[in-house]
């Protein structure tokens, strides 16, 4: 068998050529993808130009092995999966998270007063807030019409320009500013978006979608950063983007799913690719992770593929999921606030995050599984550990484990300034996620403990 870093040498060099192509897709995607609504759509399109066939919730299923299938709940989760023809073995799982952090425009969506008018907006998430200060905003979601026909008919909207912005205060008015102040969200973080009675925010997203303002009848808006992804660095190393947390993640293991299944005739797992609405806000929704949409699905391919109880339990047992949900980069300005010992860099690979407290699912048996993923896919892999006096986050794969108990491992790619409005990155990282999950998905079976 060839060395490990030989493999990996080999493999750096053709990356070299093509790591920042497969990056810059990525951005495309993520820019194209201002809310889970979008990208659960592109992910969609994508999943349908492959062949995929959608099925319905409402109805029962039919499928076939060898076919590929995908189904959505809100229009903001995803799970996709193929078939192959055995199907001996379990469920190789990916999941991940179509949401992040935003501002939500509350229904009544403005307030005039002072000249201006201002979106009125609550927090979706667990946003950073001084980022989004003096930024470009554009306002995107879905929206909810009478159609001609007088039916209710659900429809994405994505102004794109910047709508909005929420300018600071000079300096001159607050001599402290740069001493760390709090900020009154209800009032500072209301982004102007036109002169004073001027215009709504409906009648800008009814000439968008060339309708009439009185056919919409209800919103899910968010106020987004109107920034697109970009390279930097002294040899474009480096990327920022907005929704880095988790449409990296999303978009990557989306890649290596469909690479993975071009030899699904050989599979003995059935690959499921999945992504989630509502991680930031707890997934406690009928879309988000803590729901019954993976448990369902996944018992209705069984039930489907007329495999009796007893039988999707043992399937279960041989099943994986990986989790995989960005993780934070030792930032070189506050070293002090990580583990001393376990420090992930940017460009350095992929992250398992491990707990004691188990907020991350990560155990020996699933760190040498994926670890041995990582080494035949020639990924490089790093560990997270909190630093024992910080609290720390929480992600996807403890919560979906309380609906499908299966073995799991928490992943991420390494990344700065987690859930503020522009992230940032490595380059050179989103390929080796896509390298992992298609090792993951072509493994024969993950050994029972
Ligand atoms: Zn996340």
Known sequence: MEDFTEIFMKKEKTDKANQN??????????EQSPTC?????????????????ELSEQN?????????YFVTR??????????????????????????????????????????????????YGGLLLSPWFDRPLSVAGRVAIR???????????????????????????????????????????????????????????????????????????????????????AQNEFLSSPRLDDLECAWTTLQGFLDSIVTLEEMQNIPVYATFDNEEVGSMTRQGADST?????????????????????????????VSADNAHALHPAHAHLFDPVNRPLVNKGIVAKLNAAQKYTTDSISLALFKDF???????????????????????????????????????????????????????DPIFMKRATEAFFKADEFPLD
């Not at 949401?99 to 307030?111: Q, R, T, V």
């Open 147 to 233: 159609s001609k026909n007088g039916k209710i008919e659900m429809r994405l909207a994505d102004i794109r320009r910047p709508l909005a912005l929420i300018p600071s205060l000079a300096i001159h008015f607050d001599r402290n500013a740069n001493d760390g102040k709090k900020i009154d969200f209800q009032n500072e973080m209301l982004p102007v978006f036109s002169e004073e009675g001027e215009r709504s925010i409906l009648d800008a997203i009814s000439e968008h979608l060339k309708i009439k303002k009185t056919d919409i009848l209800a919103t899910d808006l968010f106020v987004y950063n109107a920034e697109r992804g970009f390279f930097w660095g």
């Open 37 to 53: 609504f979008h990208a659960t759509k592109n992910i969609k399109n994508l999943l349908c130009e492959k062949g995929f066939s």
């Open 60 to 68: 029962p299923w039919k499928i076939k092995h060898g076919e590929r």
């Open 374 to 428: 990582c080494q035949k896919a020639a990924v490089p892999l790093q560990i997270f550990t909190n630093n024992s006096n910080v609290a720390g986050g929480s992600t996807l794969g403890n919560i979906s484990q309380t609906h499908v108990s299966v073995r799991s491992i928490d992943v991420g790619l390494p990344q700065w300034a987690m859930h503020s409005p522009l992230e940032s990155a490595g380059a050179k």
């Open 21 to 30: 192509d497969f990056s810059s897709e990525m951005l495309q995607f993520i």
């Open 293 to 321: 949409f993976l448990s369902e699905t996944l018992e209705r391919i069984s039930i489907s593929l007329k495999k009796n109880r007893e039988e999707h339990f043992c399937a279960l047992a041989r099943s994986f999921l």
């Open 74 to 123: 809100g229009d903001s989760s995803i799970i996709a999966f193929a078939l192959p023809q055995k199907c001996n073995g379990g469920f190789a799982i990916v999941a991940s998270h179509t949401d992040s952090p935003a501002l939500k425009i509350k229904e009544g969506g403005e307030k005039n007063e002072l000249g201006v008018c201002r979106l009125n907006v609550e927090k």
